[in-house]
């Protein structure tokens, strides 16, 4: 069956940089290549919120937060997404959570996640 599996995050000094990595494998009604990919975090006591999405084509979509400091990339060929994440910041010290989305658009809410990976941490001191 499908998973998702998180790697890449870490403890790092606000400034600094980390690039997450997400392997996909096994078998999904969909296609790894014609998803959705995501995104998304949760820091202590809060929601799950949306950080990046990159579609079929694609396309990307950031949250505010984040536009201008993080890149979402994907290699189809090896089924795997990645999040390059500059300039950190305390506030983005969370759990880093890879998804795959129902379809092939993006929507940066965590209901248009049909699989989730386990989740990363990322956490930046001051």
Do not use: H
Request: contains cysteine.
């Amino acid at each position: 069956q499908a998973q998702l599996v998180e790697s890449g995050g870490g403890s790092v000094q606000a400034g600094g940089s980390l690039r997450l990595s997400c392997a996909a494998s096994g078998y999904s009604f969909y296609s790894y290549s014609v998803r959705c990919m995501a995104w998304f975090r949760q820091a202590p006591g809060k929601e799950r919120e949306g950080v990046a999405g990159i579609d079929s084509a694609g396309g990307t979509l950031y949250a505010d937060s984040v536009k201008g400091r993080f890149t979402i990339s994907r290699d189809n060929a090896k089924n795997t997404l990645y999040l390059q994440m500059n300039s950190l910041k305390p506030e983005d010290t969370a759990i880093y959570y890879c998804a795959r989305a129902y379809g092939s658009n993006c929507i940066l809410s965590p209901p248009s996640a049909e699989y989730w990976g386990q989740g990363t941490q990322v956490t930046v001191s001051s």
